[in-house]
DNA sequence: GCCGTTTTCGGCCCGACTGTTTTCAGTCG
């Protein structure tokens, strides 16, 4: 039952944090903080931007916390915010937020999504125009309306032009993280009431593309009927949009669409190899068929002249009868893995409990919501051999950067607790900025007593091409540095990459020992696949860390090992699959 | 609206960058 272990971990994974309550009332705080944004209200949006956060956060029911009368004990939480969430769970809805609902359309917080907007521009733009949404606003623009307005001059309408760009090219999709969650909740649900069905994920969520468009579900059973009324009665089913004998769709509360699609047990392998895609590797292998006298469809791999099923119960038989060795979903993207397969040189790809350790976690110290020894423990229940702390530095003031004097006080913490806790080890590390001129942010005294610094750029993104690769391989000359976080910079859907020249970067970090990071926090995923394979074909080593803010999201490193084996990567090319002892002595530690 | 080993009231991350502002306002991280 291959096809179910992708899976198989999906309740370990969700672990307490998808409780729907807690990201309910999450989002209806993050509403109010925009509300209360776009009315100019000074210091409150903040003070329900954390409380929302640290719901979203909590280990454990809000709803419990709510009856117990502990919201208070939630940080961020008072009296005013506790009122409403009492109110919110107890009733089901907000007079509050009906109230500021009423007083500015939600078109306009729609505005606040794109990139060059925020409150005091959305404002006028609802103010000035009467424009309540993004359509409205690519008119006005169209109609050079904007210029018209004090304070907006052509560069400015260029600017926000392209920010509708940026935020159009995701508009549709939703990143990884996201998907992976609400199928691994509604993949559990129906095994949980059709015990002996199989179910898996299939489209470019099985895949593991950045994005997912929709979630792609296979069921192999002939109880279509049934499932089917299993299925449309989700409970966060919020839409029916179709529901018939071997496919459904629904749209969910969130608005994400999910496709059910139901086949007998004999088409199962053929059917997962089919919807599991990419439509440019299914051309590829049809073609692949034809030549070998058969073809493929969803429902088997038969033979051209007497139609005889040759395989499709089983999707590795598909591949093994195109005399093929089998394809991980993450590599098929026709980009040369059919080709390898066919010679039997597919990389062995890095598995996903492979890592040692994760060596890019933040903890309260800076911007982090746990503390350190909480770290440690997240990191022992993933049974890691290391964790690497790595707060921001000193330059970060937004993220709480830690001063020379704060850095050396955790270094000792970090000392002490080593001591007290054992094992998974606890390495001492920082993030740290790259300046404007290539130096990093602290002084090399302060660096010395750590195990290693992480180079990280926050500034700056818009230097030129030649300036930002002087800025990275300067600071790559630093021999403390042993890892570059997140080296492109780009926030999917939101920010573009910084320009710098790759493949210097790449030798660079080959010169000094310096491994290129897949950043797994799902917004980022960067290093991408293709730059990880680039950076492998160069010679680099790369290394997949989760940057968690918090301790469950030590859990993320399963889109950065994504990542990774769609980029081609072999465990000998992460860093992080090294024993502890291994890598301590590559770094030069006593 | 929240919070308190410097304050129960007065702070709240703040500096850099960009554009169109002739001295500053808005956005971003």
Redesign the pocket.
Known sequence: MFMLKIFESALNYVERSCDVENSEVARVLYE?ADF?ELQGI???P???R??ARNVEQLDGDIMEYCAQGRL?E???????????IGELVNTGRLR?LEKLRAEIPSGVLEL?Q???????????LHKELGIIGIRDLKDAIFNHRL?GL??????????ILQ?IRVFESKAGRILLSEAFIAASTIISYLQEQHKDVWVSAAGSLRRMRETIGDIDILVASSLSQEIMDTFVSFESVADILAKGDTKSSVRLSNGIQVDLRIVPEESYGAALQYFTGSKEHNVALRKLAISKGMKISEYGLFNRETNDRIAGGDEADVYRSLDLEYIPPELRENRGEIEAARKDSLPKLVEYDELKGDLHCHTEWS?GLGTIKEIWAKASSLRYDYVGIADHSQL?????GLSEARLLEQNREIGKLRESLGPPWIFSGSEVDVL?DGRLDYPKKALERLDFAIMSI?????MGEKEMTERIVSAMSNEKVKMFAHPTGR?IG??PSYTFDFERVVDAAIQNGIALEINAFPERLDLNDLNVKRAIDLGAKIVINSDAHAPVQLNYVRFGIAVARRGWAEGKDITNTKPFELLRKEWGLS
């Not at 939630?74 to 409403?84: L, M």
């Open positions: 109010i209360l000074a210091f409150k903040q003070a329900y954390k409380a208070n939630v940080p961020g939480v008072g009296k005013a915010i506790a009122e409403k509050y606040l794109i990139p060059e907007i925020g409150p005091k521009t959305a404002m006028i210029s004090k304070g907006f001059g052509t560069k400015t309408e260029e600017r920010g911007d970060l003031r937004i993220a709480n404007q926050h500034t700056r993104f818009k926030i939101q920010r």
